[in-house]
């Protein structure tokens, strides 16, 4: 999304860039580990090719740290629990940290009980929905994972942002194929998308965004202008604006997320998540369903293959040459990032940087 | 959808309408209180204004059970079972039936273990999914419900349908408000609306439906002989052509369906589905979660009404007097036809009274 030029970007190694990071969240109190963990989701964002929720994201997670609605040492606990689910009261800790817990506990109860499902209140952003999810994979079980966040999309016939972009990840194993991992947030487009023409000076296409009036426009200044003001506007739900191409779709989606996510968690909800700057309160669910309790395990993932195959061998639309499976993508760009480095953009580059010399830890390319 | 002008629709009081078509439904060998639950599935689904679902589909159930690829005396049987899962064999029982008894078995099993999964293979089209998902409702439990359906809509790329209109339905309750219910296709809209527009001569949006070389096209007319013929085209997942405005996410969640419905289930999946004309094999996917088991149950249901009035009050789009939660719509509707009584189109009463001809059931209307 923010990608600019190639000839812009630098390389770093994973490996750098997962110690230089590592090192920062250190320098703030985070233990070793956890440190590791939260490193590893924004590494992997990127290495996605999900730069809005990668290591970009590092001086929010280090405000947070510094300005103290972010603790630096987990500190979460189960506050409800039968064998089948769970509600972790985060207290504020890492979102990374939290989620990677949540699901963890998910997981658990999946593999006794067949089916877990663990809610998350009084957390932090957490990075990509998908990361959780896809701990799944290694257990050959299906992980599901949505979370609540900060007010960027308009309702159906609003004007202003109540609910987040609330993404939606559901992951499946499969066999030979790639696992199916869809990950994606119920707005049309992330924010970042529109910072990225703003900044070209170009305009968007009608249907990503409303105005302070709540009507559409291809004016990206406009909207982000007016949002930072807290005039209006806002991005739209997947399906656009009003209900001809069935936006309200994407609103009730989003909606979807937020009784998940917030509700059923007891975290904020719409408007409250981040209104207070001291407690964020986001919500996160986890879902994990082991598909061997409904048929044996080698019959799910090879139908998973049929599936997936099916899909990409069907007829092409003229002048296209492929038709991809959600995760195909994300998994060919992190092959090639692992071998010729993580691209990070100029302005990244340099924020990270700076956050290294505060912190005194030495950012590894001269 | 497919409403004609109101000038042209008859009006028939839900009592006849539900007498009438249990009447049918018995006359074809199904026990009463099956041609009961069958028929208040199709009525709701007038009721609530989704038309396309509703009775306008019994000639193509008489259809199933006449050529016998329906059978009319349930015998479905649980084949593996957890306290907290279950899949059904339904037997190709009507899909109605299999999907009440589903939908049962997974709020019985969330009052016991706080959750429940239930997956049905070898089932048939089962009207609208929202009516599962609404039957937690009496218990104040979330329910979900999808199922996987005969391929209409085109993946991102691709220029024929493999993937069905698959449907996600999720519900919650609240205390003031009335409950949220999402009940939604994952396509960008049902086929009903291009045989509307087709029907009036009129052009679609681009946006809808690709032809088939797989481009977007204004001409419904196009697009329903090339689907009809088997020569390509079809309906576009939620989102539209192409990524610009994210049709892969619709394509994605589509796939999720699939994936839940069918892979989980073992039924078809994608153009298996309906390609035998002997056993349809739909696949259905529950889920019902006690909210209690994550915090006490009149905290939630207030602030699921706290949400829909925080999202209902705040500010409208310029020439918008109202923001919808979703359900809202349906509710008002609903109550108004069972004043008024529900609306039937010419065409559909016609067929009505056809099959009651053949059948020896009076039609209530002169």
């Known amino acids: 999304m923010t990608v600019p030029p190639e000839s812009q970007q630098i390389r770093i190694s994973e490996k750098d860039l997962q110690h230089f990071c590592e090192q920062i969240f250190i320098k703030y109190g985070v233990s070793k580990e956890d ?5 590893e989701v924004l590494v992997i964002a990127d290495l996605r090719g999900i730069e809005s929720h990668g290591v970009a994201r590092l001086p929010r997670y280090v405000t947070g740290l510094r300005e103290g609605y972010i603790h630096p040492v987990y500190n979460g606990r189960t506050i409800k629990e039968t064998k089948a689910t769970a509600v972790i009261d985060a207290g504020q800790s890492l979102g990374q940290v939290a989620g990677r817990k949540g699901m963890e506990l998910a997981i658990r109860k999946a593999r006794e009980t067949a089916v877990g499902v663990v809610t998350v209140r009084n957390s932090n952003h957490f990075g990509i929905a998908g990361y959780y999810a896809m701990m799944a994979l290694e257990h050959d079980l299906i992980g599901m994972c949505m979370t609540n966040a900060a007010p960027l999309v308009v309702p159906t016939f609003g004007r202003t942002a109540v609910l987040g972009t609330n993404p939606i990840s559901l992951v499946a194993p499969a066999t030979k194929e790639k696992p199916f ?46 949002m930072a003001k807290r005039l209006g506007g806002g991005l739209l739900p997947l399906g656009g604006e009003g209900e001809e191409f069935s936006g309200h779709k994407g609103y009730g989606l989003a909606l979807m997320v937020d009784v998940l996510c917030g509700v059923l968690s007891g975290a904020a909800t719409g408007l409250n998540i981040y209104a207070d700057e001291k407690r964020p309160d986001v919500g996160h669910f986890f879902m994990v369903i082991d598909p061997a309790a409904f048929r044996p395990l080698d019959e799910f993932k090879h139908e998973m293959d049929r599936l997936a195959r099916e899909l990409k061998d069907s007829p092409k639309a003229q002048g296209q040459s492929r038709i991809y499976v959600h995760g195909e993508k994300s998994y060919a760009r992190m092959e090639r990032y692992r071998r010729e480095g993580v691209p990070i953009g100029p302005k990244v580059a340099e924020n990270l940087k700076k956050i290294g010399k505060e912190s005194g830890v030495p950012w590894p390319i001269s």
Do not use: H, N, Q
């Not at 440190?35 to 490193?39: I, K, Q």
């Not at 924010?191 to 009036?213: N, S």
């Open 35 to 39: 440190a590791r963990v939260t490193t």
């Open 181 to 226: 991992v869809l990950d994606m947030a119920t707005s049309v487009v992330p924010r970042g998308k529109l910072e990225v023409l703003d900044r070209a000076g170009k305009k968007m296409p009608f249907g990503w965004a409303v105005d302070e009036t709540g009507k559409g426009t291809t004016d990206p200044a406009r909207v982000l202008a007016a």
